[in-house]
């Protein structure tokens, strides 16, 4: 039984340490097979002996879900705010001010620390003798929410610090989620019909409002710590306290120390130039006194230390005119506002359109018709209305009245409970079927040639398609009929509608357009289940047990299958010949343990997104580039130059069918095949 404890200790231990190496340090030192491996062991274990599970376990990132809102919690040590600087000449005034305060002449040194100031979430970590105890969000400075669950599961913050530290601790910094990943983050929200975030901060602050951790779990947020709410008098300066907090296991900022205010004003340019390459937005500089005893004897006024101030950068922004505000409505029928723009650069992008997410964003902002506003790109890429330029408003402007019916079947909106979006109910909505079909034919789903945007508009608007079903039920007669279609399109969009029936289920279940199911869900319901059918008659638990299924995915799955006028239409193309290729295996084995992949080309039998997901199942591990490392490339048609660099490197390219044929072996034979390993 010791011994059990032990082991159990010791998988903890090591477990922690891969995550501190993967998120902190980003330098893995092991593939995310043979930490899973270790995570299983552990995890079994746990299960037989629940007598051992520890506090820190990493079983144990991911909890309940809270049931009644936060709890607040009020911070020991008040939170406070810092005071902001614009231009190089309030810099200068800083220094004068300081200087005079602390009596010292221009020609004392008086250092400075600066770093990044990331426009995120501002959080307090609160650890007992090592352990993350609590964890609360800045809210007013004295009380903020406890968000303790939704903080567990954030990779880059340690459940134990890595030294031994008794007593309590309460270490500041700010959560962000990465600009790298805001993008798709957003483009994935708006296929699954749920409104989109403004930028990267808002996304961080909605991931950890989430009441269900396991959502949070999902979001990739991260953090930086840079503060202790109370210092000892062993810590002399900040850029020590930088050094010491990373030794406990965070992740801190590229803190830059300064002798005068001049290497401060050359640091501001630096990061001002840089901006572009870290992986959070940053709104500023934090200029901080770099000693502590300095800083205490500067003291705080109001709410803001007099010891540290905020020089902000400049934010990509430019006016333009709304020339009208249209509204969309998406596949699953939410209602997205978008504002058309008198075009206008920013930031060297030429922007005409901004989306205004939801009612309650333009009426927050109060944008109409006609107002001048300020846009922005955020997150690099999206633009977004940042507000209305009120001094130039025409007196004829409105307020925007969100449409109480869609703007398109003039069925009456509606609004889940806690919900923004705004969705038109009817799933016969004329868009809505355009949208779905559209999806269901499009390049990553069904891939039906020919059949984008337009011809599917044509196609619904003649009344000839209005379901997914009537998409293989269209004859050549019909198509004919169509204005400029040709004998010859009507044959070819006739032979794609024909050849797309087998494709592999997971592009099938991503093409059904099932809420929260996006092409990585779909590999994994795919890989799971191995047929529609099963799929169709899989109860909660089932879902829930499938690695990377949250409760939201499963409830949407079980919902979409329940639906009478989902099981018509997968009746329908079952009976119309529509038969998805079923993955060749449905189990997980250690095949590929240890094995670094490469995909390249376009494939025939597999999504990107199900050959990695085939790949992880088996424990190998893939990467975008080839290297010396890498062992295999899975090379399709049209492969290029990492083809020609696996040849000269002389690694081992597989063809898609080859791939496929390992993989066919293992099942049969329940064990690694013998050419691989
Ligand atoms: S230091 C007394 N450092 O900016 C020191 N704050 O108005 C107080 N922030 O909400 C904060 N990056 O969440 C500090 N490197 C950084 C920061 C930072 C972002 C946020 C912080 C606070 C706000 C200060």
Known sequence: MIDVNKRIQTLVHELNEHAYRYYVCDQPTISDAQYDAIFRELSALETKHPEYVQDDSPTRR???????????????????????????????????????????????????????????????????DGLLVRAITRGDGQTGED?????????????????????????????????????????????????????????????????????????????CMYALASISDEIKTHTELVEWVSELGFKTLPTRLCRNIDDVRHAYNYFLHHRETFEYEMDGVVIKVNSHSTQKQLGS???????AVAYKMPAQQAHTVVDDIQIQVGRTGVLTPVAHLREVEVGGVVVSRATLHNAEEIAR?????????????????????????????????????????????????ERDEGEVAWRCPNIDCIAQVRERIVH?????????????????????????????????????????????????????????????????????IFALGIRHVGEHIAALLAHDAGSIDTLARMESQ??????????????????????????????????????????????????????????????EHYTRDSIHALIQAHGGKTAGSVSKKTDYLVAGANAGSKLAKAETLGITILTEQEFAALLNNTNQLGEASAILI
């Open 62 to 128: 991911v909890g309940a879900p809270v049931k009644e809102g936060f709890q607040t919690a009020v911070h020991t040590h008040p939170m406070v705010s810092l005071n902001n600087l614009f231009d190089d000449e309030e810099l200068t005034d800083f220094d004068t001010r300081l200087r005079r305060h602390l009596h010292i002449d221009p020609k004392t040194e008086l250092a400075y620390a600066v770093e990044p100031k990331i426009d995120g979430l501002g959080i307090e970590l609160v650890y007992e």
């Open 147 to 223: 968000v303790t669950v939704n903080v567990r599961t954030i990779g880059a913050i340690p459940l134990r610090l890595r030294h031994q530290i008794q007593g309590i601790l309460e270490i500041r910094g700010e959560i962000y989620f990465p600009k790298h990943a805001f993008a798709a983050f957003n483009q994935s929200r708006t296929d699954n019909g749920e409104p989109t975030f403004a930028n990267p901060r808002n996304a961080a602050s909605g991931s950890l409002r989430q009441l269900d951790p396991n959502i949070t779990a999902e979001r990739p947020l991260s953090a």
């Open 301 to 307: 006024i109001a709410r803001a230390p007099r010891w």
């Open 365 to 413: 902002k109060d944008v109409r018709i006609g107002d001048t506003v300020v846009v922005q790109r955020a997150g690099d890429v999206i633009p977004e209305v940042v507000h209305v330029v009120l001094e130039l408003r025409p007196s004829h402007a409105h307020p925007f009245l969100f449409p109480t019916v869609c703007p398109v079947c003039k069925t009456d909106v």
């Open 440 to 508: 269901f034919a499009s390049r990553r789903a069904m891939e039906i040639e020919g059949l984008g945007n337009k011809i599917v508009e044509r196609l619904v608007d003649a009344g000839l398609v209005h379901r997914i079903e009537d998409l293989f039920k269209l004859t050549r007669e019909q198509l004919v009929t169509l204005e400029r279609f040709a004998e010859k399109s009507a044959d070819l969009l006739l032979a794609a509608l024909e050849e797309c029936k087998t494709r592999p289920l997971a592009r099938f």
């Open 542 to 603: 089932a879902l829930l047990e499938i690695e990377g299924i949250g409760p939201e995915v499963a409830a949407s799955v079980i919902a979409f299958f329940r639906n009478p006028s989902n099981q018509q239409t997968l009746k329908a193309l079952a009976a119309l010949g529509v038969r998805p290729t079923e993955p060749l295996n449905k189990k997980t084995s250690t095949l590929f343990a240890g094995k670094i992949f490469v995909v390249t080309g376009s494939l």
